[in-house]
């Protein structure tokens, strides 16, 4: 499982000529299964995005789809964690690994 903190690196005006482009990529991931949650950062400095695929490489693909990726328009810094503990309605993110 991966945690994607993702950092903007321009003006929101410039992110925001992109939200739609990159809500389809999030909607995409969460069809496939790849993405669990995903929101923006208070203040609206970025995001996160918990990833449930445990291929490393298979994950850099997937973000590089990302519009803010590829844009340059955040950067995005990627830790990789084994989950061990969860709330009752998260355990399934645990067996499912």
Known sequence: MFFINITYKVDLIEV???IEAHIAYLNKH???GSFVLSGRKKPRTGGVILATTDDR???DAIVSEDPFYRHQLADYTIIEFEPSKAAKGLKGLITAL
Request: proline share 0%.
């Open 57 to 59: 490489a298979r994950l």
């Open 30 to 32: 969460y069809d496939n």
């Open 16 to 18: 925001d000529r992109h």
